[in-house]
């Protein structure tokens, strides 16, 4: 006669895991892989698309569902909608070796095209291949993580390797229009003007305006400026994130 399996017992396999330590108890849910993020993120609204089964379980791996007497105990209630959201948003999730390692690949790379998207040969005005800035944070002994932001991570690798010139390199500036009323800029033109690496037009009229490159380093400082000087009456603009040259043209 075949065994039967107990009735709180439910086995499920290639599950993401979302734990949760409530009173004396750890709690689990079963969810598919990727979702979790997606359902915190608004990305996914349908539970369904979250859940295995809609179940509260002590140990997912045994197939333990959690009973209602530990639920009331630790939850203060039995209403097994509301212990699953509180799971899902508070609950920590459990990646498995395989999804952290592709996801580790997937940050390292964007950390690399964003290093490379923003980045020159102060010479050339060009932008560098990505395998050369891989190899440059490679010897800086930079490593790509999963703890920190990819932007974050790619400011600070873009510090690092201007700081440290492994490799010819330097931001690829920012182009900007500067626009205030002409009486008042001409209180403070000249020291905007400072902060502009290179002018590529300006006009008087009723107003002033003002087109260029700078070191993305000084805009804040600029936007600061003309806070303080123009009483209001002034703006900066950003036309170009990344200044980059390519063949004869800038783009």
Known sequence: MPIQQPSNQIKLTNVSLVRMRKGKRRFELACYQNKVQDWRSG????????????NVFLNVS?????????????FGTTDTDKI??????????QVGEKERQAKLQQQHATVIDLVASKCVNPTTKRPYPTTIIEKALAELGINITGNKSTKAQAL??????VSK?????????????????????????DTV??????????????????????????????????RNESKGQANI??????????????L
């Open 156 to 161: 600070d690798a873009i510090k690092q390797l």
């Open 62 to 74: 045994k197939g333990q569902v959690a009973p209602n007497e530990d639920l009331k105990a630790s």
């Open 165 to 189: 010139q492994i490799i010819p390199i330097a931001r690829a500036r920012m182009r900007i229009r500067v626009s205030g009323n002409a009486k008042e800029a001409k209180k403070y033109r």
């Open 84 to 93: 699953i959201l509180e799971i899902l948003k508070k609950g920590e999730l």
């Open 193 to 226: 003007a400072a902060l502009i690496e290179e002018i590529e037009d300006e006009s008087w009229s009723q107003d002033w305006e003002c087109v260029g490159f700078i070191d993305p380093g000084k805009y804040r400082e600029i936007g600061d400026l003309l």
């Open 237 to 250: 603009e950003v036309l170009d994130m990344a200044v980059i040259q390519e063949g004869e043209e800038a």
């Open 43 to 54: 990305v996914e609204t349908d539970l369904d698309e979250v859940l295995q089964i809609p």
